[in-house]
T-cell receptor
């Protein structure tokens, strides 16, 4: 049982490049979400999904796209990378989001945009 | 909507001293409360959570937190810290509603020195 798997672990991008951060979970969780972690800012919600085909914006969605075609996968796309997107990105999943079930986090992707 | 305020960004303490990391939350609905820990260069780990029942919850490594509904607080305490407790600690809140996100505070860096 792998839990939440994020790939890649590290990535360096040039300004303007695009890329996709992958997130997969094998726990049949309906709820998945993406956070970015920046020093002194905690974890801020980028996008989330309550089930396949359903996504919504979080606190800091600009510059990111998501889709949820399957229950297992929730990729995060950077359309045109900017230095301000340098951050550590975490994917999390939960049986339904909210409530007492808790959230399982991936190990993170450290992204640097130069 | 929910919000979390961690009142101290950094807490330096000496080994074997007691420590308290303060967390206040705001919500118009009932909530569940969590503390996560992040050791240097690692992902997030759930330390403890309050769901219902006894307002005092404990972790396996000696931390405890007390839910105070009237003061909307969930402070984390340990009577005697170790060097190995050096980490960043995040307080988080989740509404008692399906499909809602886990909202984090900005984190408190606990630095334990000898």
């Amino acid at each position: 049982n792998a839990g939440v798997t994020q790939t890649p672990k590290f990535q360096v991008l040039k300004t303007g490049q695009s890329m996709t951060l992958q997130c997969a979970q094998d726990m049949n969780h309906e709820y998945m979400s993406w956070y970015r972690q920046d020093p002194g800012m905690g974890l801020r919600l980028i996008h989330y999904s309550v089930g396949a085909g359903i996504t919504d914006q979080g606190e800091v969605p600009n510059g990111y796209n998501v889709s949820r075609s399957t229950t297992e996968d929730f990729p995060l796309r950077l359309l045109s990378a900017a230095p301000s997107q340098t951050s550590v990105y975490f994917c999390a999943s939960s049986p339904q989001g909210g409530g007492p079930y808790g959230y399982t986090f991936g190990s993170g992707t450290r992204l640097t945009v130069v | 909507a929910q919000s979390v305020t961690q009142l101290d960004s950094q807490v330096p303490v000496f080994e074997e001293a007691p420590v308290e990391l303060r967390c206040n939350y705001s919500s118009s609905v009932s909530v569940y409360l969590f503390w996560y820990v992040q050791y240097p260069n690692q992902g997030l780990q759930l330390l403890l959570k309050y769901l219902s029942g006894s307002t005092l919850v404990e972790s396996i490594n000696g931390f405890e937190a007390e839910f105070n509904k009237s003061q909307t607080s969930f402070h984390l305490r340990k009577p005697s810290v170790h060097i190995s407790d050096t980490a960043e600690y995040f307080c988080a809140v989740s509404a008692n509603q399906a499909g809602t996100a886990l909202i984090f505070g900005k984190g408190t860096t606990l630095s334990v020195s000898s």
